[in-house]
């Protein structure tokens, strides 16, 4: 690998932590509304609750855990810059 792909993918990382960060409030409330969803959705269909509660799971510790936010971004800039080819 390239020292200047290795590069972008650092620099959209710290983008994408920057972002979720700067986001954590908004992500925080949908993760909460969301969870609500879940356990509502949980009463009626036992699949599109589990489905909706570890989406909300995801988002809750999303905006609460700064490691987590890290490994998102990194998985992210990863996915992002995979069939990119800087010559």
């Known amino acids: 690998m390239s020292n200047r792909r290795r590069l972008a993918r650092e620099r959209l990382e710290i983008y994408l932590v920057h972002l979720l960060l700067t986001f954590r409030p908004l992500i ?40 987590v936010t890290l490994y998102t971004a ?10 990119r080819h800087d010559d």
């Open 28 to 67: 925080f409330i949908a993760g909460v509304l969301l969870l609500v969803y879940a356990i509502l959705a949980l009463i009626a269909s036992s699949l599109a609750g589990f489905a909706s509660l570890v989406q909300a799971i995801f988002l809750l510790l999303l905006s609460s855990s700064y490691n």
């Open 74 to 83: 990194r998985v992210g800039a990863w996915i992002a810059t995979l069939g």
